[in-house]
């Protein structure tokens, strides 16, 4: 079955960090690119990270760069998201996608998605920043 799976949200004291997970399974994670987006109730889909398929390349939008960190192991076909000096905005469900390609850098920096082409996306997982 052709699924990727997120795990590793929880509930942050703001300032703290979370790792977050996203399991692929069913087809080969290495010919896509992966990227992680946010959503809350009622609100659009934002693209968070992206990274390219061999993860040479990264890029964030400008809300989380410097503070989250995308990364990918191929061989276990398994992606990332390291997130720190969390704010309570960051509260939303997070969820992985791959798709063909990263958004462009000027389309992602404010957290959109076109030109990404989803192809598989997954449930996601909540991240709730609060004290």
């Known amino acids: 079955q052709v699924q990727l799976v997120e795990s590793g949200g929880a509930l942050v004291q703001p300032g703290g960090s979370l790792k977050i997970s996203c399991a692929a399974s069913?087809?080969?994670?290495?010919?896509?690119?992966v990227a992680w987006f946010r959503q809350l109730p009622n609100l659009e889909r934002e693209a968070v990270s992206c990274?390219?398929?061999?993860?040479?390349?990264?890029d964030y939008a400008d809300s989380v760069k410097g503070r989250f960190a995308i990364s990918r192991d191929n061989g276990r076909h398994m992606a990332y998201l390291q997130m720190n000096s969390l704010k309570p905005e960051a509260t939303a469900l997070y969820f992985c996608?791959?798709?063909?390609?990263?958004?462009?850098?000027?389309?992602?920096?404010?957290?959109?998605?076109?030109?990404?082409?989803?192809?598989?996306w997954g449930r996601g997982t909540q991240v709730t920043v609060s004290s």
């Open positions: 996608a791959v798709g063909e390609r990263c958004p462009p850098p000027a389309v992602l920096r404010v957290g959109g998605v076109r030109g990404f082409g989803g192809r598989v």
């Open positions: 990274i390219e398929k061999n993860g040479a390349n990264a």
């Open positions: 069913g087809f080969s994670l290495e010919y896509y690119t």
